[in-house]
């Protein structure tokens, strides 16, 4: 569920992320981190659950980028993670925000990475709306 | 000149196994690839289960699937 200050873009964000749980049915949950590393969509409720999810996801950002940093490297594209019962995935969008998806051990993940970098664009559509609004 | 690497080629061989040795003695795997990372370039970072980096990529991720995002 998106929480967001402007109504149509939580719930263009909450159509965009229902839609690729639709199109890719190896995804068991999924969440969008904005560049401030605010939490703006997740299945959770506000509370102190979606505040955990939002600071560990930051926490993953953190890392990455750090080990971007420390390769040499710019900017990072894709982030997996098998955490033996299931797969983390994060694609990264523009202005340092994250696409972030689970799937269970079994999943396609190549496919549900392609599905998630096809939804990209649409997330950051939907976020941009949001920024301007 | 053949004699010398195939000294060489030895040396390296025992190293090996000298550390192979010690890795299982002291109770290590190889380590699993869990975490990857892939930068804007193409080129892709692998960190292995058995690293403090991997660990800390890998004990958040764990329970985020377990509590869903």
């Known amino acids: ?133 | 000149m053949k004699k010398l690497l195939r000294r060489l080629f030895l040396l390296g061989a025992i190293a090996g196994a000298v550390y192979a040795a010690r890795g299982y003695l002291q109770g290590r795997s190889p380590g699993q690839v869990t975490v990857q990372i892939v930068f804007d370039d193409g080129s892709v970072r692998s960190l292995a289960s058995n690293t403090t980096e991997g660990r800390e990529f890998t004990d958040i991720a764990r329970k985020l699937v377990e509590t869903g995002l």
């Open chain 1, 1 to 133: 569920m998106a929480e967001r200050s402007g109504p149509g873009t939580a719930q263009d964000l909450d159509r965009v992320l229902a839609d690729l749980r639709a199109l890719s049915g190896d995804i068991e949950s999924c969440a969008v981190l904005s560049g401030d590393r605010d939490l703006i969509s997740s299945s959770h409720e506000p509370g102190v659950e979606r505040e955990r999810v939002g600071a560990m996801l930051a926490a993953l950002v953190y890392l990455s980028e750090r080990v971007a940093r420390e390769s040499g490297k710019g900017y990072i594209s894709q982030l997996r993670i098998d955490a033996g019962g299931g797969q983390l995935l994060l694609v990264w969008l523009d202005g340092g925000g994250v696409l972030a998806a689970t799937t269970g051990p079994e999943a396609r993940v190549g496919l549900v990475l392609y599905d998630m970098r096809n939804a990209r664009s649409e997330v950051e559509k939907a976020l941009a709306e949001g920024s301007d609004q």
